[in-house]
Nanobody, 114 residues
Framework: VQLQASGGGLVQAGGSLRLSCAASGYIFRDFGMGWYRQAPGKQRELVARISSLGGTNYADSVKGRFAISRDNAEKMAHLQMNSLKPEDMGVYYC?????????WGQGTLVTVSS
């Protein structure tokens, strides 16, 4: 299993970013995908997840601002992040599965300036 996250960067508060996770090495359509983030000095936390059937779940802090999606043909998952806040800063990781697994992408850094 390999997961490659991309799309992070520096954005002003209120701006948007779209993260992508390219998956390989397994049957992508059969598994969910989760996005997690880790801010400095804090534990890694679930941001959003999507099931193999497209059901979604979001952390309360991002509801209404973030949207997770998947493209089974391209074997990719995306996280559209709008109205970004400084508290959204951190390293974002994709993880294979609806529940947390041992398969992680390398992380992509999101920095939000106030």
């Amino acid at each position: 299993v390999q997961l490659q996250a991309s799309g992070g960067g520096l954005v002003q508060a209120g701006g948007s970013l779209r993260l992508s996770c390219a998956a390989s090495g397994y049957i992508f359509r059969d598994f969910g995908m989760g996005w997690y983030r880790q801010a400095p000095g804090k534990q890694r936390e679930l941001v959003a997840r999507i099931s193999s059937l497209g059901g979604t779940n979001y952390a309360d802090s991002v509801k209404g601002r973030f949207a997770i999606s998947r493209d089974n043909a391209e074997k990719m998952a995306h996280l559209q992040m709008n109205s970004l806040k400084p508290e959204d800063m951190g390293v974002y990781y994709c993880n294979c599965g609806w529940t947390i697994s041992n398969y992680w992408g390398q992380g992509t850094l999101v920095t939000v300036s106030s």
